[in-house]
């Protein structure tokens, strides 16, 4: 979560299964551990971002307010990650059957997953035009099927963006490819929590400051052609702090 009841996934996660999220027979659930317990949320909505790997989910709380009235979410960063730099790709696996069978009240059994590589590659103006067409890393690093959509970040904790494929391989680490999160800073949605109506129309860019924390938002400027064209925006790469 990069903000309250705002999320930010690996658009592929849902594309196989869209038909059956809005007729209701699937319910997808975000479930955030914390101190204080398990929060969680429902997807109300899905934004996708078009030419990326990269979607906005909003959500609402299912569950009640933690006992602190303190919600955590994750920073985003605009920095592009050097040549060599150590990431973390970070993922909850739980087991098909389980999820597939899941009813309420019956526990789930989850596996906290984490991989760390190195940058091998930048694909900035993307790699291919079908699996990752937006600005992209690879990572030299193993990942799994079901880590999917995982955030990756660097060694402060602020998050790059997220976990789009992986190659398989045997005798070495397998390369992941990691979607950046700057492809989504300026694309508009509606919806978050509470849920400000949906007259309201913003983006992580704007919500920068006030509910969404962007590490130097001034790199990307967005624009929005009348139209009705997809986002552009302009991004001024920079890579040390």
């Not at 849902?14 to 204080?36: N, T, W």
């Not at 929060?39 to 109300?44: K, N």
């Not at 979410?73 to 993922?91: N, Y």
């Not at 969404?212 to 400027?221: G, K, W, Y």
Request: glycine residues 10%.
């Amino acid at each position: 979560m990069v903000a309250p009841g705002v999320a930010l996934c690996a658009s592929h996660v849902f594309q196989g299964h869209l038909d059956r999220l809005m007729s209701g027979e699937l319910k997808a659930l975000c479930i955030g551990p914390s101190d204080h317990g398990n929060e969680l949320w429902g997807l109300r909505g899905i934004n996708f971002v078009p030419n990326t790997d990269v979607c906005i989910l909003t959500l609402t709380l299912i569950n009640g307010l933690p006992t602190d009235r303190t919600f955590h979410h994750a920073s985003i960063t605009t920095r592009t990650p050097r040549h060599g730099e150590r990431l973390f790709v970070v993922a909850f696996k739980a087991e098909a059957e389980d999820c597939e069978n899941w009813v309420e009240g019956r526990q789930i059994r989850m596996n906290a997953l984490i991989c760390a590589g190195e940058v091998t590659q930048h694909f900035l103006l993307g790699r291919d035009r079908v699996m990752l067409p937006g600005p992209a890393i690879e990572v030299e690093c193993d990942s799994w099927p079901g880590m999917s959509g995982g955030p990756v970040f660097d060694d402060e904790g602020w998050l790059i963006g997220v976990l789009s494929s992986s190659v398989s391989g045997e005798h070495h680490d397998s390369p992941s490819f990691v979607s950046l999160a700057i492809s989504a800073l300026g694309h508009r949605f509606t919806g978050g929590w509470p849920d400000p109506g949906s007259h309201v129309i913003r983006s992580l860019l704007s919500m920068s400051g006030k509910g969404c924390h962007v590490e130097r938002p001034e790199s990307i400027v967005a624009s929005y052609p009348d139209d009705g064209a997809s986002t552009k925006y302009v991004y001024t790469i920079w890579q040390t702090r």
